[in-house]
């Protein structure tokens, strides 16, 4: 009995230590520069990291149904914006077809609130998720609330995964994105392998099998 005793503990301080591997992380993104600095101006890709996450913004533009790669990613004091053509002006805006910023993270994440800048009273914005063929697809659709220069969106409920676009949802929208406040687990490792629940079965059917063994001696 004392043998079983001990093959319960262990296995319960197992599933303790799976269960508290990993904490929850809240993250603030701030994609605003200061006066100067050497960033500003425009790029394919911009990547940022914070703590242990990761991610990389691309722009892109919706037009003809579908998202096309025919555009930069802007930086500037104010925050993030797109260029597509020569005369667009490096806001997220409608003009040119309607401007899209990609945001790819390096795990799942939640977002929970989304800063804006330039923002008037007339601008929305569209909200894109990874769709069942692996694609952006449009899923929701957000009236600004005009704040002048900056202004925030809280998200409730959350949006989760780890990719998502957001962009002009008209022609007569123009705004720029100031940051991101996201949510995720951190701790838990992005090597491939089994996930948590087919750990505690593992642990489970050894404790099974050594219980049987057990039973048999007896």
């Known amino acids: 009995m004392l043998r079983f005793h001990k093959l319960i503990f262990a296995a319960a ?3 303790a230590a799976l269960s508290g591997g990993a904490r929850a ?16 101006g425009r790029a394919d890709s911009v990547s940022f990291a914070q703590g242990s996450l990761a991610l990389t913004v691309t722009a ?7 998202i096309w790669p025919w555009a930069q990613v802007t930086r500037a004091r104010s925050g993030l914006g797109v260029r597509n053509a020569f005369m667009d002006g490096g806001q997220i805006d409608g003009r040119i077809g309607r401007d899209l910023l990609i945001f790819s993270f390096d795990r799942a994440v939640r977002i929970e609130g989304v800063g804006f800048a330039r ?4 601008d929305d914005a569209a909200l894109f998720v990874e769709g069942g ?3 952006l697809e449009r899923a929701a659709v957000f009236d600004l609330p005009s704040g002048g220069w900056l202004s ?3 998200l409730d409920p959350a949006w989760f995964g780890d990719l998502f676009g957001i962009g002009a949802a008209g022609w007569n ?5 100031s940051g991101l406040r996201v949510s995720f687990e951190d701790g838990i490792s992005a090597t491939p392998g089994p996930g948590p629940f087919g750990l505690i079965l593992a642990a489970l059917g050894a404790l099974a099998l050594a219980l049987r063994g057990r039973g048999a001696r007896a």
């Open 25 to 40: 992380a809240t993250v603030d993104l701030d994609f605003r520069l200061p006066a100067g600095s050497s960033e500003l």
């Open 60 to 66: 892109g533009v919706q037009a003809f149904g579908r």
């Open 119 to 122: 923002v008037d009273s007339d």
């Open 152 to 154: 925030t969106l809280t």
């Open 133 to 135: 063929t692996g694609a």
């Open 13 to 15: 301080v197992g599933l």
């Open 173 to 177: 929208d123009d705004f720029r994105i």
